[in-house]
């Protein structure tokens, strides 16, 4: 009979710790760039955008805002791992295409509010769910999917 044998290798406190302070870079990098995507969506949508969505529980605000943050988190994430694996050039470079990212999907939203008939901005303060702001949201997932696969 045979009893086999696990093998742990060795624990460096040092290596978790470097990857333990990444993580927390990262993620700081990361929520601001999800910071810079709210305000842009917020400059680029009539009203305010926390108080229409939090406050007023607008159907049409809380969708393309989910759309948008959902696409945001796309290119985040791929920015991150397309990152340098050098802690210092990794988070410039996260930050960086974060940012490009958010600008990109801003422009989307313009674009998309030039060329599909109506104008969903006139439906953000509506209370009643619209089907143009459901359309708008997958739009801006499929910008931010097709934005996330150029970064990576």
């Given at each position: 009979m045979h009893?086999?044998?696990?093998e742990f290798g060795t624990i460096s406190g040092d290596y978790l710790a470097q990857n333990v302070v990444a993580?927390?870079?990262y993620f700081l990098v990361g929520v601001g760039v999800l910071v810079a995507?709210?305000?842009m969506v917020d400059v680029l949508?009539?009203?305010n955008l926390r108080q229409l969505v939090f406050v007023e529980r607008r159907p049409n605000a809380v969708a393309v805002a989910s759309g948008m943050y959902v696409a945001l988190a796309l290119v985040v994430a791929t920015a991150i791992i397309a990152s340098s694996s050098d802690l210092g050039q990794g988070l410039v470079d996260a930050a960086v295409y974060g940012i490009v990212g958010v600008v990109l999907q801003g422009v989307a939203l313009v674009v998309l509010e030039v060329v599909v008939p109506g104008r969903?901005?006139?439906?953000?303060?509506?209370?009643?769910l619209h089907p143009a702001a459901i359309a708008t949201a997958v739009?801006?997932?499929a910008v931010g999917a097709v934005n996330a696969a150029a970064l990576s």
């Amino acid at each position: 009979m045979h009893i086999a044998a696990i093998e742990f290798g060795t624990i460096s406190g040092d290596y978790l710790a470097q990857n333990v302070v990444a993580a927390v870079l990262y993620f700081l990098v990361g929520v601001g760039v999800l910071v810079a995507g709210f305000v842009m969506v917020d400059v680029l949508t009539p009203g305010n955008l926390r108080q229409l969505v939090f406050v007023e529980r607008r159907p049409n605000a809380v969708a393309v805002a989910s759309g948008m943050y959902v696409a945001l988190a796309l290119v985040v994430a791929t920015a991150i791992i397309a990152s340098s694996s050098d802690l210092g050039q990794g988070l410039v470079d996260a930050a960086v295409y974060g940012i490009v990212g958010v600008v990109l999907q801003g422009v989307a939203l313009v674009v998309l509010e030039v060329v599909v008939p109506g104008r969903f901005r006139d439906l953000i303060t509506d209370e009643r769910l619209h089907p143009a702001a459901i359309a708008t949201a997958v739009a801006l997932i499929a910008v931010g999917a097709v934005n996330a696969a150029a970064l990576s």
